[in-house]
T-cell receptor, first 113, second 109 residues
């Protein structure tokens, strides 16, 4: 049983396109996150939802819009993709918003051409 | 603000012991976590310290000194499969984990 799953695993697209990444967790956790990991492996939080409520919104361009239809799902939609958006995007979840132990999905490698 | 420092790279041989240090600056500190990430893989949780002292889990141990804003991950009986990046991460009352820049561990035969 996969704890945190993401689709797709790879995404290659042209600049200016709009794309979505989906995430699901079956751990019964209350809190979910999106992280961006750049080519230097720096892992930076983008958003966090707790029971479908947005609780963290870092300085991210508004081309990025997360949506949490229920507490087991957190999707990320990106409009007007730019070259600099190329990175690996990880979804994660934790039991509560205290965030001490997080479980990561396998990642989505986004390449913008 | 919040910041963490850890060495960028560490090398060791199989069977050896290696220590990866992490110093941090944060307010509202809750605890220090460690994550392992193999190339092409996802970060996986290794350990969490909220209180001072040593936590042991098999070959891995993690230490925290809150007064020194310092912690380390100790890996014993190194194996080739331990070659990976190791991240320390600070949790605080901001409800988010701030990750260090990672330490790449290379284990040689």
């Amino acid at each position: 049983d996969t704890a945190v799953s993401q689709t797709p695993k790879y995404l290659v697209t042209q600049m200016g396109n709009d794309k979505s990444i989906k995430c699901e967790q079956n751990l019964g956790h209350d809190t979910m996150y999106w992280y961006k990991q750049d080519s230097k492996k720096f892992l930076k939080i983008m958003f966090s939802y707790n029971n479908k409520e947005l609780i963290i919104n870092e300085t991210v361009p508004n081309r990025f819009s997360p949506k949490s239809p229920d507490k087991a799902h957190l999707n990320l939609h990106i409009n007007s993709l730019e070259l600099g958006d190329s990175a690996v995007y990880f979804c994660a979840s934790s039991q509560s918003r205290e965030a001490d132990t997080q479980y990561f999905g396998p990642g989505t490698r986004l390449t913008v051409l | 603000g919040q910041s963490l420092e850890q060495p960028s790279e560490v090398t060791a041989v199989e069977g050896a012991i290696v220590q990866i240090n992490c110093t941090y600056q944060t307010s509202g500190f809750y605890g220090l976590s460690w994550y392992q990430q193999h190339d092409g893989g996802a970060p996986t949780f290794l350990s969490y310290n909220a209180l001072d002292g040593l936590e042991e889990t098999g070959r891995f141990s993690s230490f925290l000194s809150r007064s020194d804003s310092y912690g380390y991950l100790l890996l014993q009986e190194l194996q080739m499969k331990d070659s990976a990046s190791y991240f320390c991460a600070v949790g605080s009352n901001t409800d988010k984990l701030i990750f260090g820049t990672g330490t790449r561990l290379q284990v040689f035969p």
